[in-house]
């Protein structure tokens, strides 16, 4: 029912930043988490970030946290990704991702089976 469409990954330096965005349609958000996974090749997706649609809390993995910041643009339902101090690490594909039913603090929704739709991803790549 919900639609995710990711845009603005990219080729960076390291050190460099980078903002991803999420675009969402086709369903209500005020019940909802969106979150970002990321997935290099070989490796499982793993959590990144997720914020509460409704109030904008938000939880980040220890790996990104201090660097990466997820927000919300409720006007334009969109959820936003600014990556900043970029690693070679941090190279992965990214997705957006929505918990419909949404009830708890963000992190409480860290774990892929958790959500219920899922964007197509954006290839993010870093080089020093």
């Known amino acids: 029912q919900v639609q995710l469409v990711e845009s603005g990954g990219g080729l960076v330096q390291a050190g460099g930043s980078l903002r991803l965005s999420c675009a969402a349609s086709?369903?209500?958000?005020?019940?909802?988490?969106m979150g970002w996974f990321r997935q290099a090749p070989g490796k499982e997706r793993e959590f990144v970030a997720t914020i509460k649609w409704s109030d904008g809390n938000t939880y980040y993995a220890d790996s990104v946290k201090g660097r990466f910041t997820i927000s919300r643009d409720n006007a334009k339902n969109t959820v936003w990704l600014q990556m900043n101090s970029l690693k070679y690490e941090d190279t992965a594909v990214y997705y957006c991702?929505?918990?419909?039913?949404?009830?708890?603090?963000?992190?409480?929704?860290?774990?892929?089976?958790?959500?219920?739709?899922w964007g197509q991803g954006t290839q993010v790549t870093v080089s020093s």
């Open positions: 086709g369903g209500t958000f005020s019940t909802y988490l």
């Open positions: 991702a929505v918990v419909r039913s949404g009830v708890g603090s963000p992190g409480a929704f860290t774990g892929i089976r958790d959500y219920d739709s």
